[in-house]
């Protein structure tokens, strides 16, 4: 299932919002409807954390995780990382990387068991998400685009990907990820993906400006195949 919402009257969510299997966060800025919305589909079956990175509202763009784990720029807050360590399930890992590139999630892509990144970044990088996220990590690039994360969405299920990437590297991915890709894009006609939607293996939510045809490929794609 997917549902609309929008952000200080901003239909891109992905930049504010990261969802996992075990864990959501939202900035301390998000409107009560909004938040009303998300509350009432997890019934507190995850925890929805409050908080900001590089005291910014900006999560979505800048922190990378999935049930396991946590990944957070270096220069994180001590408050900021302290929040997010009390209030996530005891099981999940939070770790501060030392990477050049603080947008993460602009670099990097995954689920519970893979993890696409750019050729760029560290190997202090790559081992961290193998070590928190317990991922294999395959490096992967799409030609000029530097930003991987942008043009691809993930869940454990399947992966919606922009349709400017090419059918090799669409297959390539596919059979990296060994998941089933489909092209598709969001707030009617959007190619940032990772903007405009955020999803975890049961929920996910979009753009207001996201049409029914949109929104039909990603609850196809993002749903468990029988």
Do not use: H
Not at 39 to 47: A, C, G, V, Y
Not at 53 to 75: A, D, F, Y
Not at 131 to 140: A, M, N, R
Not at 159 to 170: A, C, K, N, R, W
């Amino acid at each position: 299932m997917f549902l609309k919402l929008n952000f200080e009257n901003s239909n891109d969510i992905g930049v504010f919002i990261k969802l996992t299997n075990t864990y959501c966060l939202v900035p301390y800025e998000i409107n009560e409807k909004c938040l009303k919305v998300i509350e009432k589909e997890f019934k507190k079956s995850i925890p929805i954390i409050k908080t900001s990175i590089l005291q910014s509202k900006c999560l979505g763009r800048m922190v990378i995780g999935n049930k396991k784990g946590i990944i957070l720029p270096s220069e994180t807050t001590f408050e900021e990382f302290q929040k997010i360590k009390k209030f996530v399930p005891e099981n999940v890992i939070v770790k501060k990387c030392r990477e050049k590139f603080s947008a993460l999630s602009n670099c990097i892509v995954n689920n519970d068991f893979s993890a696409l990144s750019i050729p760029e970044i560290s190997n202090e990088t790559e081992e961290l998400l193998s070590d928190v996220l317990g991922v294999e990590v395959f490096k992967v690039s799409l030609g000029s685009e530097k930003l991987l994360g942008s043009f691809c969405v993930i869940n454990n299920y399947g992966g919606l990907i922009s349709q400017f990437v090419s059918l090799e590297d669409q297959d390539e991915i596919s059979s990296l990820l060994q998941i089933p890709l489909a092209v598709g894009t969001v707030n009617c006609g959007d190619k940032y993906l990772s903007s405009g939607l955020v999803t975890n293996d049961w929920v996910g939510f979009c753009g207001f400006r996201t049409t029914q045809s949109e929104i039909l490929v990603m609850e196809t794609t993002f749903s468990k195949k029988k």
